[in-house]
T-cell receptor, first 112, second 116 residues
Framework: GENVEQHPSTLSVQEGDSAVIKCTYS??????FPWYKQELGKRPQLIID?????GEKKDQRIAVTLNKTAKHFSLHITETQPEDSAVYFC???????????FGSGTKLNVKP | NAGVTQTPKFQVLKTGQSMTLQCAQD?????MSWYRQDPGMGLRLIHY???????DQGEVPNGYNVSRSTTEDFPLRLLSAAPSQTSVYFC???????????????FGDGTRLSIL
């Protein structure tokens, strides 16, 4: 099955700096890559996603890039704010009954 | 729409007890799934379903049963609870992917389960 690795496990940045979280996947058939944000004690919530037919997608301060050749994708958060502090999960899936494989998560701490 | 609703929110069990975690969605989603979340291990798929009457195993199915009699409901049963099943359980749903790509999953608030 698919294997998704996520790095780093923890990331601490100063408010206003950028944060980058990276994920790699093993199965070249994976073609849909969502990112979720989970605040303490809350449900994971989708923040951005990318499909394999595009290389980059942006939504305000958040962007995701995809390199299909290298089988990795990254989440970029610019101008970080304290409310960005949370655990972020990447996931990969292929068109096979919507099975998703998640990374182990990155705890982002934005210091004011 | 309420989205994905999970009950109970918290539960404490003794080893060997059985219980059912409830999950319901009102978005007419075909796909429903159960995950467990343990520290440092992300979300691991337990069981999933692509429609009423159809279920299949995920990565960590042992000790759990599921059934899907309606589109809306997807209960998860612990047959004989063990301390290793202490975890946070999330139910998620989505539309079945059309064409080449899947659809994003929507999660419930989770059930925090402790087994003594």
């Amino acid at each position: 099955g698919e294997n998704v690795e996520q790095h780093p496990s923890t990331l601490s940045v100063q408010e206003g700096d950028s944060a980058v979280i990276k994920c790699t996947y093993s199965d070249s058939a994976s073609n849909y890559f969502p990112w979720y944000k989970q605040e303490l004690g809350k449900r994971p919530q989708l923040i951005i996603d990318i499909r394999s037919n595009v290389g980059e997608k942006k939504d305000q301060r958040i962007a995701v890039t995809l390199n299909k050749t290298a089988k990795h994708f990254s989440l970029h958060i610019t101008e970080t704010q304290p409310e960005d502090s949370a655990v972020y999960f990447c996931a990969a899936s292929m068109n096979n009954f919507n099975k998703f494989y998640f990374g182990s998560g990155t705890k982002l701490n934005v210091k004011p | 729409n309420a989205g994905v609703t999970q009950t109970p929110k918290f539960q404490v069990l003794k080893t060997g007890q059985s219980m059912t975690l409830q999950c319901a969605q009102d978005m007419n989603h075909e796909y429903m799934s159960w995950y467990r979340q343990d520290p440092g291990m992300g979300l691991r798929l337990i069981h999933y379903s692509v429609g009423a009457g159809i279920t299949d195993q995920g990565e960590v199915p042992n000790g759990y049963n599921v059934s899907r009699s309606t589109t809306e409901d997807f209960p998860l049963r612990l047959l004989s609870a063990a301390p290793s099943q202490t975890s946070v359980y999330f139910c998620a749903s989505s539309k079945i992917g059309t064409g080449l790509f899947n659809q994003p999953q929507h999660f419930g608030d989770g059930t925090r389960l402790s087994i003594l």
